[in-house]
């Protein structure tokens, strides 16, 4: 298979029949990536290490700090990703209540952790297949396991483009959340500020706070929502303030 | 859950201010550090087209991966009727030359002025190894193929070359002297590591390196020679075509 790495110079003078050829000469020629594999592939073993150790201090951190509980989806996670999603996609008026992340979020943030772990064990097997030539046959074996680590890069390219896209969409204020790490409540005289850790959220009751339910985001920086007993009376207000 | 809790804090405009400045001065400058960072990379001086420090890691990661590198770690190997019929022919340096094949001997070189002449012959006595295996190639490809030859190994032992494989690498040559190659010794011992004279179960063609070629499913393709002329030993690295050219000297599988 000529996924990646393939110096299309052999390809068109000596190769076989290409069966597929994934990416188009253009697609090399606007990164100015052809003949260049060698270089390629020093930066790419070289980055693994970034990668691998940014990757497992990003997993204990989140294990430590107990943030994972903000990540990792829990059991409505699944079926109000939909609702998130259909609420992104502007198909459905409200979205779920939720904590700091949403439930698509959730999904997503764990889903790329996962991702991650992917990319190295489909990296090692087919950087040292014979080596780890266990994990390479676990694996589905050596052309198995280059389709997937490709499909993995795949992913995070495309998670990347969403996820920059989202930021653009949640407006300067989420923005600044992710570089500050406090999320700005009310912007009038006095200015509030929470740690990012936790969502845009105004709650007037103390006692549903600590439940963790009836949470509101506001989608326009200044506004401050007022929580209500029941999610349906929330969702009611949020249709009543758009 | 209490330190997940949201927590709302309040400051002043003034405060505020200057804590985004801050973050946003600190975000920016983590942004221009790392794109100097890696222009300061590639400029450093580079050793065999690649730059030092890239260099080093690559290095670093041989020294580690190396050590997963034994003789019981061995290529998946598959059945006969697997194997391609129409091998990939992916590059003829070392080839252009004519060859005077019926004049062909491997020159081994034990030291110094102390070289051995052997013909395909002599090498076809010895005892035969078929490997079934999928060869890999540094550009991404792979193709299940069929060799036939002698362990390296075996070979070593035949001609008393026990001395020369205490040594670190052999280096191979080209008799154009136009690719040449240089391997591990633990890799060049591999049990897998044949110098291989049949493909498919006929001698080789003359483009896949007839007489003789290196086999080294331990290693990606470019360190597989086709049409070995002279082979030796050393303790430090042997010149390699592609190593030059800026890949993995080790470039070990």
């Known amino acids: 298979m000529l996924i990646y790495w393939a110096n299309d ?3 068109i003078g000596w190769g076989d029949k290409t069966i597929l050829h994934f990416f188009p000469d253009s697609f090399y020629k606007a990164l100015h990536i052809p003949f260049r594999l060698a270089e390629g592939m020093g930066v790419h073993f070289v980055f693994m290490w970034l990668f691998i150790i940014n990757g497992f201090i990003y997993f204990l951190y989140l294990i430590i700090s107990g943030n994972w509980r903000l990540i990792f989806p829990n059991k409505n996670s699944f079926k109000e990703s939909m609702q998130v999603i259909l609420h992104d996609l502007h198909l459905r008026k409200t979205a779920p209540p939720q904590k700091k992340y949403n439930a698509a979020q959730r999904i997503a943030y764990t889903l790329i952790i996962i ?6 064990l489909t990296g090692l097997s087919i950087y040292k297949p014979i080596q780890f030539n ?5 694996l589905g074996g050596y052309e198995w396991a280059r389709i997937e680590h490709f499909t993995f890069t795949i992913l995070f390219v495309l998670f990347f483009l969403v996820h920059v896209m989202q930021v653009i969409f949640a407006g300067w204020n989420n923005f600044q959340s992710m570089i500050t790490g406090f999320f700005v409540i009310n912007a009038e005289k006095e200015i509030s500020l929470q740690p990012a850790l936790q969502p845009v959220h105004i709650d007037e009751n103390k006692s549903t706070l600590e439940t963790g339910k009836n949470e509101l985001v506001s ?11 029941e999610d349906d009376d929330l969702h009611e207000k949020i249709n009543e303030d758009e | 859950m209490k330190m997940n809790e949201e927590k709302e804090i309040e400051i002043s405009s003034k405060k505020f201010r200057n804590k985004s400045i801050l973050s946003f001065a600190v975000f920016f400058i983590l942004i221009v550090l790392a794109i100097f960072f890696w222009k300061a990379i590639r400029r450093q001086p580079r050793i065999a087209g690649t730059p030092q420090p890239i260099h080093k890691v690559l290095t670093a990661n041989e020294k580690l991966f190396s050590n997963f590198l034994s003789n019981q770690h061995l290529a998946k190997t598959y059945p006969r009727s697997a194997a391609a019929k129409n091998v990939r022919f992916n590059g003829n340096l070392g080839l252009k030359s004519n060859l005077d094949t019926s004049a062909w001997k491997l020159k081994v070189v034990r030291s110094p002025g102390d070289t051995l002449f052997i013909s395909l012959d002599e090498i076809k006595a010895l005892p035969k190894t078929e490997l079934v ?5 540094i550009e991404g490809w792979s193709q299940i193929t069929d060799w036939g030859g002698v362990k390296f190994s075996d070979f070593a032992k035949k001609y008393n070359l026990n001395v020369q494989t205490q040594m670190k690498y052999a280096g191979l040559i080209t008799p154009d002297k136009e690719y040449y190659v240089g391997i591990d010794m633990p890799s060049m011992m591999h049990p897998q590591t044949l110098l291989c004279y049949e493909m498919n179960g006929k001698p080789l063609p003359l483009k896949h390196g007839y007489p003789l070629r290196i086999i080294t499913p331990v290693k ?7 049409r070995i002329g002279t082979i030796f030993f050393s303790n430090t690295p042997p010149p390699d075509y592609w190593y030059e050219r800026g890949y993995d000297y080790y470039s070990g599988l």
Do not use: P, Q, R
Not at chain 1, 134 to 138: G, P, R, V
């Open chain 1, 9 to 11: 110079v052999y390809k």
């Open chain 1, 134 to 138: 266990k994990l390479t046959t676990l």
């Open chain 1, 219 to 229: 989608e326009k920086n200044e506004d401050i929502f007022l929580s209500e007993k």
């Open chain 2, 133 to 137: 295996f999928n060869f890999k190639c």
């Open chain 1, 115 to 120: 991702m991650g772990l992917g990319s190295v």
């Open chain 2, 220 to 226: 990606y393709g470019i360190k597989s020679l086709k």
